[in-house]
């Protein structure tokens, strides 16, 4: 699902809905689940609009959903998510940076904000740590 087509699930296209559709779309990228339910998201987010639109975002872009039960979502006072891969054992969590949070409250509107997002990296709008395990294919010449 492309951003745009998140935006129209979710009713609009938002910073906060934004902010989680790049955080799914960069964990897929980084932990490469082979099928829909090799990816697990724990989002924990402030339960109020518009923080708990990031939600929507982690589910279009992650195929992390409520339906499959791969979401978990609780109560906490940013907005952050870890997502782990069951396969591999590999996870990555992303902390919605308080600079960003700002960033995107003080803007003059949605599409100024939405904007502001795009024209970053994930690094800039998010404190990102992972657990990611090397893998070793195995080598014939190894025996």
């Not at 829909?36 to 959903?65: H, K, M, N």
């Not at 100024?112 to 990296?121: D, F, S």
């Not at 657990?131 to 014939?140: A, L, V, Y």
Request: overall charge negative; glycine content about 8%; proline content about 3%.
């Amino acid at each position: 699902m492309t951003l745009e087509e998140a935006g129209r699930f979710h009713g609009h296209l938002g910073p906060y809905l934004t902010l989680g559709y790049l955080a799914g779309d960069f964990a897929v990228n980084v932990l490469k689940p082979e099928t829909e339910i090799d990816l697990e998201a724990r989002v924990r987010v402030r339960p109020q609009r518009p923080y708990t639109c990031f939600v929507d975002g982690v589910q279009c872009s992650s195929r992390c959903t409520l339906g499959k039960l791969n979401i978990d979502v609780s109560e906490g006072s940013g907005i952050e998510v870890e997502f782990l891969n069951t396969r591999t054992g590999n996870s990555l969590r992303l902390r919605v940076r308080d600079e960003t949070l700002s960033a995107i409250q003080s803007a003059s509107d949605l599409r100024t904000a939405v904007e502001w997002i795009l024209a970053r990296g994930i690094e800039e709008l998010f404190e990102v740590s992972s657990h990611i395990q090397e893998t070793r294919s195995e080598d014939p010449l190894d025996h």
